[in-house]
Every structure is written in structure tokens, then in C-alpha cells.
């Protein structure tokens, strides 16, 4: 078995659309980023790759790159599942906690549920979602925490 971390944060601005685990949420706020900035398969991707010892997503896709500039993270996400079932690696269970104030997420569970599922070829009871705010202490902000358990 191996286990995996990763975590990605971004400032929230105006003019930006806010990308959550691959879809679109309503907002009138959006990460401050190089790619889309979808907060949450960041830090998916950073965790795959961690479990196996290969660096993380500024590694892979770094943002001095002009061919990432505005690119969906969903490319990250299924090139680091892609290099770790190169390596044997058959993702079991993810977990990820999301932090952001507004809007509240809970309405979109099972939409990011359902699309992660398709993105990483998991059943929806392999996939635990957490959403929290900051209790005010950072209101332009997003960030994600995630943990991946693989099987060698």
C-alpha cells in the first residue's frame, strides 16, 4: 500500500471563474492562478505524485511554462494517475478537504463527486469530501488537502 498528500492553495479575484474538482461553480470570485486553478485536483495531483516519489505539480507543469497558462487541471490530474499505473499503482480511496468561505459547497457534492469519479476511475463510496470555511480568517481564499491510498 502507499499513501499520498497533497495541498494547493490560491488567492481568490475578480474576472476569474472558480473551478472546483473540474467543474464550474457560480461565483464572483476565481483563484489568482497560472492554470484554472482548480484548488482541489491540485492537491490530488501533488498527493498521487507524492506517493510514488515523483515530484509534485509545479515539477511536472511549471507556471513559467506558457503552455499551462490557463490550462484545466484535470490535464495535472490524469498525467500524474496516468504515470503512477505506469509504476503499478491502482488508486484506491481519496479523501479532500476543501477550505472556502463562500460560496457554500455543499449543494455541489455529489456533482464533484460524480465527476471525480469519472476523472479517476474510482465508485463514488471511494471518494470523501470535506468542505469547511475559515471562519473569516481568510475570505479570499481557497485551499485543498488531499490524501490518496494506492495499491503496489
Known amino acids: 500500500m502507499r499513501l499520498g498528500y497533497g495541498e494547493d492553495s490560491h488567492r481568490l ?3 476569474r471563474p472558480l ?3 473540474g467543474l ?4 464572483p470570485l476565481g483563484p489568482l492562478a497560472h492554470s484554472d486553478g482548480d484548488a482541489p485536483l491540485h492537491a490530488l495531483t501533488d498527493a498521487l505524485l507524492s506517493a510514488y516519489a515523483l515530484g509534485d505539480i509545479g515539477l511536472l507543469f511549471p507556471d513559467t511554462d506558457p503552455r499551462w497558462q490557463g490550462a484545466r487541471s484535470e490535464v ?3 498525467e500524474a494517475l496516468r ?3 505506469a509504476l503499478g499503482g491502482r488508486l484506491l480511496q481519496v479523501s479532500v ?10 449543494p455541489f457534492r455529489e456533482a464533484f463527486r460524480e465527476n471525480l469519479a469519472r476523472l479517476l476511475g474510482l465508485p463514488q463510496d471511494r471518494i470523501g469530501l470535506t468542505f469547511k470555511t475559515s471562519e473569516g480568517l481568510a475570505p479570499e481564499h481557497v485551499q485543498a488537502r488531499a490524501v490518496v491510498l494506492l495499491h503496489d
Not at 24 to 27: A, I, T
Not at 97 to 106: A, N, Q, S, T
Open 24 to 27: 464550474e461553480v457560480p461565483s
Open 97 to 106: 478537504v476543501v477550505v472556502l468561505d463562500r460560496p457554500k459547497l455543499g
Open 83 to 85: 504515470r503512477v499505473e
Open 76 to 78: 495535472f490530474l490524469r
Open 13 to 15: 479575484g475578480e474576472g
Open 19 to 21: 473551478y472546483l474538482f
